[in-house]
């Protein structure tokens, strides 16, 4: 079976800025914010935070199966 449709990086190369609904292309515009990047500021924080609560839980685990 072939594939009509060409693959999402290819079609979104095509048309990046087409959008029928002419107040999301403005928000995509001027308001949305990458994800990633609003996420990254908090790594430092969140990362050993989490490796912490891990740590607990495998702790915990092998306390209570003991």
């Known amino acids: ?9 290819q079609a979104l190369a095509d048309h990046p ?3 029928s609904d002419p107040e999301l292309r403005a928000y995509a515009e ?12 908090y790594m430092p924080l969140i990362l050993p935070a989490m490796a912490a609560l891990l740590i607990f839980m495998l702790a915990f685990i092998a306390v209570v199966m003991a």
Do not use: K
């Not at 079976?1 to 990086?9: A, E, I, R, T, W």
């Not at 001027?30 to 500021?41: G, N, P, R, Y």
């Open 30 to 41: 001027e308001h949305a914010e990458d994800i990633l990047d609003s996420v990254v500021h």
């Open 17 to 19: 800025r087409t959008y």
């Open 1 to 9: 079976m072939q594939h009509h449709q060409p693959p999402p990086d």
